[in-house]
């Protein structure tokens, strides 16, 4: 094809793909039933120069470019389009310098979370954001979907960790945003423009990051629940009690049951649902705030609440927490929703989900970063089973609905891609869909970064 000769020209020999069953992989992210087509090609570049090359080429030939990290996204943001071309960034997966006096790190898009972070932790220092798929997922992906992750309910997502960014825009031109500085206010905040765009405005190809103090004590604390509502309402007495704790995740029977006879962990609880809590807080304090949150769990209605008494034990629960959705996937198609709602909300939307689910006849399993209001019920459908799947896809609406209703948000952490974007026209105002949209046409004037995808140009 004479178009992908052209571009095959500009970049190194193994760098465009063409073969179907090579390319199949790159194709779609994890999020079940958004769809998908055939692309063009793949491209995998090694540097920003490659990027740039492509994005030109792009332009000049008016095709649609879908940039990708490591493929575990989960709103479809990721997908193919017909005649698309993606851009895979695996093979961007340098770390570039670790700056210990200035706590800075400075990566390539395509290293993964947990590489940076023990790269990092060999200076004493910690990279906080920590999705619950930081062993497979990419600093560029974390970064285009503003990652939340376990530890957020106290050090933030992705984007305030994000100090600048290189980035190729919609217009071919590479470009740095951002600083390296404590402090800048020159000019609006296009760093923070760029976080959370899901691939729609430019495609990112360095990143700088902040860093932390590596922690030195961490107790873990663990309440088992009758059922989803009192482990709300012990959330909503934590929030009520003033304690930020390092991570404060729910997961419930189904999920730590589904775990266990996959990778055979010996978990168990006499309990619905549990909730998992740490502290970071050195010395007595840190031991008093893992009593006060004991306090909170039994006040909303836990049927035990301990400081769990070996470090092996409270990580098991947590690892635990982290392999639900692979556990999950292997029981049958999953689709994961991601509202996020006020804290002290977080009883009646939990109520809520259940109702929804009760009434649709969907399996629901249900894990959260219950500590900012991030849920995610994930909807189990048997393999093949077309009426289970409209149930599911229905409940998936549904739930949206209460959480707007409540009002929160469509999406916490996971991004709107394909499967939010009615949620996110139902969420935002038209004033405000416009100035998306004005914006994405000045950065994009081709229109051809990711198109189609978080909202519909007009």
Request: one cysteine or more; hydrophobic letters at 45%; charged letters at 20%.
């Amino acid at each position: 094809m004479p178009a992908l000769d052209a571009l095959a020209e500009r970049l190194p020999a193994d760098t465009v793909i063409v073969d179907p069953d090579v390319m199949a992989r790159y194709l779609h992210d994890e999020a079940e039933w958004a769809p998908y087509e055939a692309a063009l090609a793949v491209v995998r570049p090694r540097t920003a120069a490659e990027v740039q090359a492509v994005v030109r080429w792009a332009i000049a030939e008016g095709v649609a470019l879908v940039p990708r990290g490591s493929g575990t996204g989960l709103s479809g943001g990721a997908n193919a389009l017909a005649g698309s071309v993606v851009v895979s960034l695996d093979r961007m997966d340098r770390i570039l310098d670790v700056d210990p006096v200035e706590r800075l790190a400075r990566v390539q898009p395509g290293v993964v979370n947990d590489d940076l972070r023990a790269r990092v932790a060999a200076d004493g220092l910690w990279y906080p954001p920590d999705p619950a798929s930081a062993p497979w997922s990419s600093i560029g992906g974390n970064v285009a979907t503003n990652a939340g992750g376990l530890c957020c309910v106290k050090y933030g997502v992705t984007g305030q960790y994000v100090v600048s960014l290189e980035v190729v825009n919609g217009r071919g031109e590479l470009v740095r945003v951002g600083r390296r500085t404590a402090k800048d206010v020159a000019g609006y905040d296009l760093r923070g423009l760029f976080v959370g765009s899901e691939g729609t405005l430019g495609i990112i190809t360095e990143v700088t990051v902040s860093l932390l103090p590596l922690p030195r004590e961490s107790r873990a604390v663990v309440g088992y629940f009758p059922d989803l509502v009192s482990a709300g309402r012990a959330v909503a007495a934590v929030t009520e009690a003033g304690i930020i704790p390092a991570a404060l995740e729910l997961v419930d029977s189904y999920c730590l049951r589904a775990v266990d006879e996959w990778k055979n962990m010996g978990l168990s609880a006499e309990a619905e649902v549990l909730l998992l809590a740490s502290t970071d807080v050195p010395g007595a304090a840190g031991q008093a705030e893992a009593e006060a949150l004991v306090g909170c769990f039994e006040d909303g209605g836990a049927t035990f609440a301990a400081v769990s008494e070996t470090a092996e034990e409270a990580q098991a629960f947590f690892a635990a927490r982290r392999l639900a959705y692979p556990a999950l996937e292997r029981l049958g198609p999953v689709l994961t929703e991601d509202v996020c709602v006020a804290r002290h909300k977080v009883p009646q939307v939990l109520a809520a989900i259940q109702e929804i689910g009760e009434r649709n006849d969907v399996t629901l399993a249900n894990i959260a970063h219950a500590g900012d209001g991030n849920l995610h019920p994930l909807l189990i459908t048997p393999v093949g089973d077309e009426a289970a799947r409209e149930r599911a896809q229905r409940a998936f609406e549904e739930i949206i609905s209460a959480a707007l209703a409540a009002g929160g948000t469509v999406s916490g952490e996971h991004g709107i891609g394909l499967l939010k974007m009615g949620g996110l026209e139902r969420e935002l105002s038209a004033e405000v869909l416009a100035m998306h949209r004005a914006l994405k046409a000045a950065l994009d004037p081709h229109g051809i970064m990711n198109p189609g995808k978080v909202f519909a140009e007009r």
